[in-house]
């Protein structure tokens, strides 16, 4: 959900007249947010339905390993956000005409056309890669509560499909009519009911856990660290889950006092990075080595987890056209004029259907997400920008560090993408 405001707003600047790539994303005045408001949106921005995958991650990295990964990339990804902001004002003050709402249009002041290229890709297999793992949740979760595993039956199987495949391809039709609606606009409060849903997600399984924890929680039969393969694992699921980096500019456009927003904006990441830090531990410490890539997949089955996990397989069908949606507005206006276009709607569903088939597993989805493409989003680019926006005003020592955050995401990058391939593919065998 991180882009999904972005674009409902563009979604109208986009129309009229056709968009061009020199065309700025600009709207309409916003009213001012306040610090609480703007602690919500930046909260509603990031938390989303990969923190369910959270502790799995602890199993398979070790908890110091996951903990301890988890509040490096919430340090990273806001110092990150806060070079987007630095490098948004430094080119607004430089000129007074110049507007830049958006990380694409961010990238298009600092590298031209390449520079929005490379952010719309990005964007489009970050969004892309989201609705990949909003099926992949749809069909376990259904399979769980309809066609789980039992000693009689060992592979279920529906109409010779396999349940997981079964339900993605029954999602697939009705996807093609949703996706079809021009405006999401009608849309937009299952934003704020998905993220309601998944705090309450959050809630009955940290209650579960805490029930499970009370019996005792031996804590020398943990895993304490993995190996370093593991370490890029846990750093992709972590990056993933704190993907939010396109947002930040829209957001401190919208707060009222902008002096105070990389405080709050640092407060939010603190309290979101100790959430997660509680969801993953006590999940793990609960469940230990049966803790499930979905953690929702370890609840009994009584009414109140049966309702949480069918209200999120709800939220997440209704999410992922609004999901959808900035990807759409890049590959129309780059491909039709700026115009609608269904077939190539129709196209995108498929392709996305098709490779949730492939992946076998939600968590390591979300490692190949992180490490491939929000590691770029979130840390290279930024630094990147920032680099060349003041190469020519900083001292050595903040050129240092943009030089060392660019190597590191690269690096980090490129070797959790190898590791989260080497895990799928793993899973497959």
Known sequence: ?????????????????????ETPLLGAPKPQSSQSKTFANVFIAIVGAGVLGMPYSFKRTG???????????????????????????????????TKIPSFGDLGFSVCGSTGRLVVDVLIILAQTGFCVGYLLFIGNTMTHLINPITSTDLS??????????????????FQLGLNSIKTLTHMAPLSIFADVVDLGAMGVVIIED???????????????????????????????SFEGVGMVLPLESEAKDKDKFG???????????????????????????????LITANLGKGMISTLVKLGLVINLFFTLPIMMNPVY?????????GKFCLWLRWLLVLVV??????????????????SGVCCVLGFVLPSLFHLLVFKGEMGWKQCLSDVSILALGIVLGISGTWFALQEIFASKV
């Open 156 to 173: 279920p199987k529906i109409m010779g499909l396999a349940p997981k495949s079964f339900y993605i391809w029954g999602c697939f039709p």
């Open 329 to 337: 507005e890049i590959v129309e206006r780059r491909l039709w004029g």
């Open 1 to 21: 959900m991180v882009f999904e405001k972005e674009a409902n707003s563009s979604s109208k600047r986009l129309r009229s007249p056709p968009a061009t790539e």
């Open 63 to 97: 908890w110091v390993m996951s903990l301890l990964t988890l509040f490096f990339v919430a340090f990273l990804t806001h110092h990150c956000m806060m070079l987007l902001v630095y490098t948004r004002r430094k080119l607004e003050s430089s000129d007074a005409a």
């Open 210 to 240: 805490l029930m499970i924890m009370m019996k005792g929680v031996d804590f020398g039969g943990l895993k304490s660290f993995g190996d370093v393969s593991l370490f890029f694992y846990a750093l992709g699921v972590s990056v993933y």
């Open 353 to 370: 259907c098709l490779v949730a088939l492939l992946v076998p597993n939600f968590a390591d989805f979300m490692a190949l997400v992180g």
């Open 263 to 293: 405080r709050v904006l640092g407060f939010t990441m603190l309290f979101i990075a100790l959430m997660y830090g509680c969801f993953g531990a006590f999940g793990y410490f609960a469940f230990r080595e049966q803790t499930k890539d």
